[in-house]
């Protein structure tokens, strides 16, 4: 990743896009490189541009949101961009849609500017952006809808007991420090631990351990 993070901004509202531009170019380690105001250009642009971060709005004209999540980031593309999703609402089904879809996190499009500033500079730095409260109320409301018949790799016979745990614990959208606070142990415990769930579960991030937890069973949806 160069010095200044490179931002694609794509929301068919102009005064909504304008508006994230302003606020990210304002940063001195951002820099917003383009912008798109339908999913079509989004892809060609990402795929173009490449950016660290793709700031991407879910309902767009010509390509919505998910399908141009997949096609930068989705499990087949051999070098994703990250991509942080901005919704409306916080119950919004298809947010869980593109996470599955390869997204990096999401926010709320209600959110200050810090969070959208700091969510940029998360995504950027490989880490996914899960907001606790409505990662617990989204996926919990949507994550039965999506479960597979049978687990597609059982945790339980490749994760130690506390990695397990910790999975659980990411599930229920608790960052590094809280699951750190939660079991009394360092962050980089924590981090250690969520570096071995993903490389044994063999998960790009964490927003994908939170849908595979749920996906299979291994948190509570209610």
Do not use: H, W
């Amino acid at each position: 990743m160069s010095e200044r993070i490179r931002v694609l901004v794509c929301d068919d509202q102009a005064l909504v896009r304008t508006g994230f531009v302003t606020i990210l170019d304002a940063q001195e380690d951002l820099e917003v490189v383009g912008e798109a105001g339908d999913g079509r250009a989004a892809v060609e642009l990402g795929r173009r541009l490449r950016p660290d971060v793709v700031v991407m709005d879910i309902r767009m004209p010509l390509l919505d949101g998910i399908e141009a999540t997949r096609q930068l980031a989705g499990p087949g593309v051999a070098e994703p961009v990250r991509t942080l999703v901005v919704t409306t609402f916080n119950l919004d089904e298809y947010v869980f849609q593109a996470l599955r879809a390869g997204a990096s996190g999401f926010l709320l499009k209600d959110a200050t500017p810090q969070q959208l500033i700091a969510g940029v500079r998360t995504v950027a730095a490989g880490e996914a952006l899960l907001a606790p409260a409505v990662t617990r109320e989204l996926i919990g409301r949507f994550g039965t809808r999506v479960r597979p018949a049978a687990p597609e790799v059982a945790a339980g016979q490749v994760l130690a007991p506390r990695e397990l745990e910790v999975l659980r614990l990411i599930a229920t959208g608790l960052s590094n420090a809280e699951i750190a606070a939660t079991l009394v142990i360092s962050s980089e415990t924590v981090k250690t631990y969520v570096s071995r769930i993903l490389t044994k579960l063999d998960l790009r991030d964490r927003v994908q351990a939170v849908v595979y937890a749920y996906r299979n069973g291994l948190a509570d949806p209610g």
